[in-house]
T-cell receptor, first 116, second 111 residues
Framework: DAGVIQSPRHEVTEMGQEVTLRCKPI?????LFWYRQTMMRGLELLIY????????DSGMPEDRFSAKMPNASFSTLKIQPSEPRDSAVYFC??????????????FGPGTRLTVL | GEDVEQSLFLSVREGDSSVINCTYT??????LYWYKQEPGAGLQLLTY?????DMKQDQRLTVLLNKKDKHLSLRIADTQTGDSAIYFC???????????FGTGTRLTVIP
């Protein structure tokens, strides 16, 4: 398996533009997580899905952020409009949750977003 | 969210042991984890410990858990330059699928 795939790896955009980050989880995994990493705030959970359904989006900073998971093999995180303070590395992770256990989270390589 | 705290930086000489510390606030944590992040990469799970254990050893890695003090540590024996990375501790609360991560400790190994 190729692991968690994220695209793009780097994104540079101007303030006010729409940004879409993409994630393909590991095949067979049923939980997907979006994290944001900054120097100031460390690693923050933004939202996570179980079986394509958003379970906890309390970490989403504001309405400018939205996430979707239309099927088990694809998720997007959208920022519209983007602001310089959104500059960060955004990680996607996936895991396999069963009735008795929570599986290990496997992280993607991240998308480094720079908003000018 | 929960408070999981770590010191930000640690430097050790190659061949020495490294000890990375972590404190957490919620005594109901079920599992505690150590992740490693190399430059430009995502986090990789190194090891984990169940909350009813005091110690877990895995090759050069030793995890110690003091539940009374809510203190977790990761000891890396014979530290190598390839161990230079950021190390995150994380906790899982009962019934929760998500993890709460610490701030990360940047380990620098000096040749």
């Amino acid at each position: 398996d190729a692991g968690v795939i994220q695209s793009p790896r780097h994104e540079v955009t101007e303030m006010g533009q729409e940004v879409t980050l993409r994630c393909k989880p590991i095949s067979g995994h049923n939980s997907l997580f979006w994290y944001r990493q900054t120097m100031m705030r460390g690693l923050e959970l933004l939202i996570y899905f179980n079986n394509n359904v958003p379970i906890d989006d309390s970490g989403m900073p504001e309405d400018r952020f939205s996430a979707k998971m239309p099927n088990a093999s694809f998720s997007t995180l959208k920022i519209q409009p983007s602001e310089p303070r959104d500059s960060a590395v955004y990680f996607c992770a996936s895991s396999l949750r069963t009735s008795g256990t929570f599986g290990e989270q496997f992280f993607g390589p991240g998308t480094r977003l720079t908003v000018l | 969210g929960e408070d999981v705290e770590q010191s930000l930086f640690l430097s050790v000489r190659e061949g020495d042991s490294s000890v990375i510390n972590c404190t957490y606030t919620d005594s109901s944590s079920t599992y505690l984890y150590w992740y490693k992040q190399e430059p430009g990469a995502g986090l990789q799970l190194l090891t984990y410990i169940f909350s009813n254990m005091d110690m877990k050893q895995d090759q050069r890695l030793t995890v110690l858990l003091n539940k009374k003090d809510k203190h977790l540590s990761l000891r890396i024996a014979d530290t190598q330059t390839g161990d230079s990375a950021i190390y995150f501790c994380a906790e899982r609360l009962p019934g929760a699928n998500n993890l709460f991560f610490g701030t990360g400790t940047r380990l620098t190994v000096i040749p």
